[in-house]
């Protein structure tokens, strides 16, 4: 039978959360807004909507959000051209693929943004669909891209692994009911990932390559 290995990406494959970070910021600031960086940080990987709702709250003006979304999306826009994967990302994936598995990207990124990334990532082979921002109604925690991710593949839960670097990644694999692999290059603390459902946690995608026999991925 067929196994999935599913993937985020900001974060996990491509070194971003930071510049996320930067861009919200600076895009809250334009609007006149204070958001800690810290905050920023820790919403990462929540849809452009969640991490809105999630930092400013649902009494905030609402007709700014699509302002704040566009202003982010123009400053990170900045970025697309130079992207950094993380170490062995491609090789991650190629790797995978020889093994036998079928690999996914699950991302919130959608457009000229998925676009960059994958480009940054550079393993298009290896990679055999992506469930974005486009085909789902509900982004991450929701279980929906992930589950997406799966139907795309063609894999039941069961025969999956959802490798992610936030909280919120753990948390759409669980209850998508797929085991969970943690990487610390996005930023966010082993004990939060674990307690956020992950079965495994490495330091990036280099980590993972190096540990593959002994990790939820082992095997084809």
């Known amino acids: ?39 920023v940080h820790r919403a990462v990987g929540l849809g452009s909507d969640d991490l809105i709702a999630h930092l400013l709250g649902e009494d905030r003006d609402k007709d700014e959000d699509a302002g704040l979304s566009a202003a982010h999306k123009a400053l990170y826009g900045q970025y697309f051209g130079r992207l950094p994967p993380m170490a062995d990302a491609a090789a991650l994936l190629r790797r995978l693929h020889d093994d036998g ?29 992506t469930a974005s921002a486009d085909d789902v109604t509900e982004g991450k925690p929701a279980p929906e ?47 939060d990932l674990v307690a956020a459902g992950a079965e495994a946690v490495y330091d990036d995608p280099a980590g993972l390559l190096a540990s593959l026999k002994e990790s939820p991925l082992a095997g084809g």
């Not at 959360?17 to 809250?28: I, K, M, Q, R, Y």
């Not at 692994?161 to 009911?177: I, P």
């Open 1 to 39: 039978m067929e196994r999935a290995a599913v993937f985020d990406v900001d974060g996990t494959l491509v070194d971003t959360n930071h510049l996320h970070v930067t861009t919200w910021w600076e895009a809250f600031r334009q609007a006149g807004h204070r958001v800690p960086m810290h905050a």
């Open 101 to 129: 598995w079928t690999v996914v990207l699950a991302t919130s990124a959608s457009g000229a943004e998925l676009s960059a990334l994958r480009r940054a990532i550079d393993a298009d082979e290896a990679i055999t669909a």
């Open 145 to 191: 891209p992930v589950e997406h991710a799966l139907e795309l593949a063609g894999v039941p839960a069961e025969r999956a692994v959802f490798v992610g670097d936030t909280v919120w990644d753990m948390r759409a694999g669980r209850r998508a009911g797929v085991r969970c692999v943690g990487v610390l290059c996005g930023g966010i603390p082993r004990a």
